[in-house]
């Protein structure tokens, strides 16, 4: 009887236990599937350093090329990345072109390369032209600035609209992809008919 009785105890140990198991396996293959999703990067939660009023020279072979400034930055040392606030730029070209100075709400500045990503309200302008765009990349090697948004160029002699553009402020040549639109004036042409 005492053997029995121990056999059926460790039965229904056993019973329990892997009852048990099972429901752990349960609820863990449940969690798993409804787990939160994984914090955000550190790029997007805390920055290494924070600094109000900041400032950035960009100089190329001993020249100073760019003037950045902005309300805010927020530094990232894993990627070598500035996120910065109120975005306020001023370039030199080395050509004849004209000064030319950047407004936005806020941009990235990767330091390794100097390149930016520029958005919000983005206002380039010189004394020659004005333009307006949404999101804006410059890349600091070759000083061409893209756009990928709707943007709207604005001067002296002409009005224009296109879905996409590149420009270099080096050398002023402008390239406008997509739906574009818009009038030019004052150019001189030829005026001879053509035979």
Known sequence: ??????????LIGAVVLLLA?????????????????SPDSPEQTTADLSISQFHHTAKKDGRTEWILDAESARYFKNNSRVRLKQVKLKYFPRSE???????ADKGRLHLDSNDMDISGHVVVENRKWRMETETLHY???SNIISTQTSVQITGESLQLRADAMTLNIKTGKLICRGNVEGTLSGIETDDKPTP
């Open 139 to 141: 890349t600091h090697e």
């Open 97 to 103: 072109q004209p000064e030319t100075r950047l407004t």
């Open 1 to 10: 009887m005492q053997r029995k009785t121990l056999i059926n105890t460790l």
């Open 21 to 37: 198991l099972a429901l752990f396996f349960s609820i863990r293959q449940q969690m798993s599937r409804t787990a939160p999703a």
